[in-house]
């Protein structure tokens, strides 16, 4: 059993380890760090002005909780943060290293089976065309269809438009596979906002794709009404 770091939204990483089962001849799970690094965008990024404490302090209340994924969820003892050393699935450097000026918060869930993991991160930038930038960029970073997380090997799904389905002014959603697992990624732009959901499920976790794509859709309308 190894401790499991995960990365999520805009190259955010968890702070120390947390433990995850592996599930039935399962290998450990990988760090989905790569799963939101991407490479660099062409324009240059745009400082984003310091967002009002009040203002993040909401938005950071917008974010999932527990209840809203299910019976036996709790928040998990490390949170992400922003790191801009984790590279892409594909290669390349990460949003974040790219658009380090961006106010972020997160949150991290932990399922009742071993291993499930649920991770929404928001990055707010000076203006909707430096958010547009950095969706381009995390998308170009999943553009290949085999990548590493963290050494271990995944295979990536075309991209899926899912905007009907999630809201924001865009959406994509792709599916990465690897030995005993499975992750689902969705971004989101809204505004000036970039919001990036991780729903990592080992094999047999009950958590579907149409509960993913619910959640992430809950937590969008949440993050546009604050």
Excluded at 18 to 26: K, M, N, R
Excluded at 86 to 102: L, Q, T
Excluded at 103 to 113: H, N, T
Excluded at 191 to 200: A, E, P, R
């Amino acid at each position: 059993m190894v401790g499991v770091l995960l990365i999520v939204g805009v190259a955010f990483a968890v702070v120390g380890p947390t433990t995850a089962g592996t599930p039935v001849a399962a290998p450990a799970q990988p760090d989905p760090a790569a799963a939101t690094a991407t490479l660099p965008p062409e324009r240059p990024s745009t400082s984003a002005p310091a967002a009002p404490e009040d203002r993040m302090a909401l938005l950071r209340a917008a974010l999932l909780r527990p209840s809203e994924v299910g019976p036996g969820w709790r928040v998990a003892p490390e949170q992400p943060l922003p790191n801009p050393s984790v590279p892409a699935v594909c290669g390349g450097h990460s949003v974040i290293a790219r658009f380090p000026d961006a106010q972020r918060v997160g949150v991290a869930l932990l399922g009742s089976r071993s291993g499930e993991r649920v991770q929404e991160t928001l990055s707010v930038f000076g203006d909707r065309t430096t958010a547009r930038a950095a969706y381009d960029a995390y998308a170009e970073g999943l553009d290949c269809t085999k990548g590493s997380l963290s050494g271990t090997p995944v295979t990536i799904s075309e991209p899926e438009d899912v905007r009907d389905r999630v809201q924001g002014d865009r959406a994509t959603a792709w599916t990465l596979t690897g030995s005993g697992f499975r992750a689902l990624l969705v971004s989101v732009l809204t505004g000036d906002q970039l919001v990036n959901f991780v729903f990592l499920t080992p094999d047999g976790s009950s958590l579907t794709r149409v509960d993913a794509l619910v959640l992430a859709r809950t937590g969008v309308a949440r993050l546009q009404a604050t």
